[in-house]
């Protein structure tokens, strides 16, 4: 493992938004239920190892995730299989990217999430690696777009949050990219 550098914080202006659309928000308040995302309404708060909650991942982000065609890069230090994995599962088998790299800080995240694909029968190239560096934002980088979540990668955390979307990824792939070599 490589040396944990001192943190350097470089102010930068945010990328202009991607050709063909604006920045969007979508605020999420995940029950469980099927009325997601929505604005916050008054709703069950369950919780992931309740018998009758389930993931439900940000239809927009999902659909996402299925038309992606090269590369998928989560950068979420709290991803894991209950919530993250699960929620975005079904809609992999449909994407054609060739890299799938999740980062996260979650000390068991790795393991579960190995066993769990072994028992899928997963057959796609999905790496897992642990960050030895602390960080709190969660992003997804869909090909070239940059998605930014105030909770889980996907939506799918039973709390009111946001998702914003439609930035390019190609300044947080450099970072993720040396996030990664960093725990090789």
């Not at 929620?87 to 799938?100: G, K, N």
């Not at 000390?107 to 030895?132: C, F, G, H, Q, V």
């Not at 969660?138 to 930035?167: C, I, M, N, Q, Y």
Request: no cysteine; charged share 20%; aromatic share 12%.
């Amino acid at each position: 493992m490589k040396p944990i550098l001192s943190p350097v914080v470089v102010a930068m202006p945010p990328p202009p938004p991607p050709p063909g659309g604006p920045n969007q928000i979508f605020w999420l308040w995940t029950t469980g239920g099927p009325g997601t995302p929505n604005f916050p309404r008054p709703g069950a708060d369950h919780r992931p190892g309740e018998p009758d909650w389930a993931p439900q991942g940000l239809d927009v982000f999902l659909e996402a995730i299925a038309t992606t065609r090269q590369s998928i890069l989560i950068l979420d230090p709290f991803f894991d299989l209950p919530i993250g994995l699960r929620a975005i599962w079904d809609f992999l088998p449909y994407s054609t990217a060739t890299e799938i790299k999740i980062l996260t800080t979650k000390k068991d995240s790795n393991a579960r999430i190995m066993e769990w694909l072994t028992e899928k029968k997963n057959t796609r190239p999905i790496e897992i690696r642990k960050s030895a560096i602390d960080f709190h934002d969660r992003f997804a980088a869909l090909d070239g777009e940059l998605w930014h979540f105030g909770s889980t990668v996907g939506g799918a955390f039973p709390k009111f949050s946001a998702t914003t979307r439609g930035w390019s990824s190609n300044e947080f792939r450099e970072v993720f990219m040396r996030l990664w070599k960093d725990v090789e």
